[in-house]
């Protein structure tokens, strides 16, 4: 399952885009401000701003696997 979500660029607050389950194979996305090179990744150095996406991931998925997690197999 793919989550979409954003977070504001540090650097000229336009948003910046990504799915969760490609940021969490390392896959980075770059701001949506064309002049700006900022880029998110689990390797960028902006720990603070992806962990904080992060701590949402962690409540959306919390949520989606209390729904699924509940096979007989
Ligand atoms: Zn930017």
Redesign the pocket.
Known sequence: MSIKSKID??????P?YFESNLLLTGQSF????P????SIALTATDKDVVSDAFNKFEQIRESTTSQTGHHDS
């Open positions: 660029c540090p650097e000229c607050n336009m910046i770059s701001c949506s401000n002049n700006c090179d900022v």
